[in-house]
């Protein structure tokens, strides 16, 4: 079964960092694109990025670019998103994808909340 | 950026009756392979997304017969038919095929 566990969510101030992390299970992780889609509070998604199957390309929403930042650790099955300088239109649930053209694997998410 | 339009907002069913969205985006979804990356995800209350439908009309691992997806180029269609309790939600296009991939704002199936 394809399990996506995402972690390190939380409140945090303006200007500060935070770094998420999705623990994938249940298929060859080193094999997929994976993606970070994130859901505002009004319920809209918005697409922040995804990195190839080995990690050597990523490619980023044009207004997150200089935030965030996504990698992963294929030897742990591991996803990140550090993000930077966190404002307060930051504030969404976070989600971990697999990505085959489609988004066809969710984590369970991860609240961001950035208030001061 | 790819805008994906979809309609209605918002939509009332009986159950056991049959529901289309429409989604339509911004500029044409066939990707250079020859593929078009229009995709539909369910929200069920409190959950997360789920996959429906992938490359406009294929139905994901264990995604029921009653949905059905179809179109080309910039305008898709989802249809629900014999709509169940476990079907209301929200339902979300998006598009996999330009950088960024974008979704579309939603519509809200409900029961009459």
């Known amino acids: 079964e394809v399990q996506l566990v995402e972690s390190g969510g939380g409140l945090v101030q303006p200007g500060a960092s935070l770094k998420l992390s999705c623990v994938a299970s249940?298929?060859?992780?080193?094999?997929?694109?994976m993606s970070w889609v994130r859901q505002t509070p009004g319920k809209t998604m918005e697409w922040i990025g995804d990195?190839?199957?080995?990690?050597?390309?990523?490619n980023y929403a044009p207004s997150l670019k200089n935030r965030f930042t996504i990698s992963r650790d294929n030897a742990k099955s591991t996803l990140y998103l550090q993000m930077s300088n966190v404002r307060s239109e930051d504030t969404a649930t976070y989600y971990c994808?697999?990505?085959?053209?489609?988004?066809?694997?969710w984590g369970q998410g991860v609240m961001v909340t950035v208030s001061s | 950026d790819v805008v994906m339009t979809q309609t209605p907002v918002s939509l009332s069913v009986s159950l056991g009756g049959q529901v289309s969205i429409s989604c339509r985006s911004s500029?044409?979804?066939?990707?250079?392979?020859?593929?078009?990356?229009l995709s539909w995800y369910l929200q069920k209350p409190g959950q997360s997304p789920q996959l429906l439908i992938y490359?406009?009309?294929n139905r994901f691992s264990g995604i029921s017969d009653r949905f059905s997806g179809s179109g080309s180029g910039t305008d898709f269609t989802l249809k629900i038919s014999r709509v169940e309790p476990d079907d209301l939600g929200v339902y979300y296009c998006?598009?996999?095929?330009?950088?960024?991939?974008?979704f579309g704002a939603g519509t809200k199936l409900e029961l009459k």
């Open positions: 994808t697999r990505t085959t053209g489609s988004f066809d694997y």
């Open positions: 490359k406009v009309s």
């Open positions: 998006g598009q996999g095929t330009q950088y960024p991939n974008t």
């Open positions: 990195i190839k199957y080995d990690g050597s390309y990523t």
């Open positions: 500029q044409s979804l066939v990707h250079n392979n020859g593929n078009t990356y």
């Open positions: 249940g298929f060859t992780f080193s094999d997929y694109w």
